[in-house]
């Protein structure tokens, strides 16, 4: 249940970073820039009176070169009014095979993590906080998934950085940091 509720706040929050142009009525909150440090940028912006902080990186190296796909990211979020802190997501740019996982590296550290259409995730709060340890310790990530056509695609992040954003993005939402 919790694993639904931070996909139904992350497709939320993936809405409103990616909101352009709404009416007045109808618009989206605007993340603000916290910072950027190195390949990791943290936003913070406010959604029904509540504080949402989250952190964004690309990755380095995307492949096979040769397949289309669309945007492709992780995030860590913070929603401290809903209690769903330090949720890690990843979007892949494409939809994902049915009951498929996809794999993270970070050094000798592997994650399995389940996905739904485009996106993917640690089965609970703990695996987020396992994971955001390994980050914090590590120099790349890896995250490996099979699109819904068969190809396998493997996505190289940069971690540097992933620690100052982190704490910026903890800051801003007044959450304790991962130890």
Not at 20 to 39: D, F, I, N, V
Not at 160 to 175: E, P
């Amino acid at each position: 249940m919790i694993r639904l509720l931070a996909f139904c706040l992350a497709v939320g929050l993936v809405l409103a970073a990616q909101a352009t142009t709404l009416s007045s009525a109808q618009a989206a909150p605007k993340p603000k820039l916290l910072g950027e440090y190195r390949q990791w940028d943290a936003f913070v912006y406010t959604e029904n009176d509540a504080k949402v902080c989250f952190i964004q990186a690309d990755p380095v190296d995307k492949a096979p070169k040769n397949v289309r796909r669309g945007q492709v990211y992780v995030l860590v979020t913070h929603r401290p009014k809903d209690k769903a802190l330090h949720v890690v997501s990843f979007y892949t740019g494409y939809t994902y095979k049915k009951d498929s996982s996809v794999e993270v590296k970070i050094g000798d550290k592997k994650f399995a993590l389940f996905t739904d259409a485009d996106s993917a995730w640690n089965e609970d709060a703990k695996g987020d906080q396992a994971m955001i340890r390994a980050m914090i310790k590590g120099h790349n990530m890896i995250v490996k998934g099979r699109s819904s056509r068969g190809t396998l695609t493997t996505d190289r992040y940069s971690l540097a950085g992933f620690t100052a954003a982190h704490r910026a993005a903890n800051r801003a939402c007044k959450v304790e940091f991962v130890r």
